[in-house]
């Protein structure tokens, strides 16, 4: 695999507090998530290293979304990826916002973002229909998303 981007599913099952960053805290509703990110470099960060270290539970926690997924209440449940060196993260997060029940996490995973996303994290009461939700999102964006296994 070379450069492309991602979209996890995450499963918090019970309400969790967490401080990421110096500044930030967050507060996770049970439910289901989105997580939008890109890897867009070589070797280490290449598309199946960057999804493999996600679902791993043995990694420095370095991205917003490493303080997420190493909570013991979040699982990440799975992944639906294409392979690409469009710079399309942005495009995908703001298709999946528009089915969001939610905005809830201002400057979640977007730090290097040029598009002025508000984040790249999204809520959903319940697990229904996200992933047609997510083929959808990938497909208007003229993307086709395969699903990562671990």
Known sequence: MTKGIYAIIINVRKEISL???KKKKYIFLPGYYIYVGSALGNYS????NRLKRHFS????????????L??????????YYTKTDQKKECELSSKIMAYSNSNLFKDFGNSDCKAGCKTHLFYFNDKKNLEN??????KEIFLKPELFTK
């Open 19 to 21: 401080n990421i960053g």
């Open 45 to 48: 960060t290449n598309i199946e």
């Open 57 to 68: 539970n043995n990694k420095t926690l370095f991205w917003h979304i490493d303080y997420l």
């Open 70 to 79: 190493n909570n013991p209440n979040v699982e990440a449940e799975k992944a």
């Open 133 to 138: 939700i997510l083929k959808s999102a990938f």
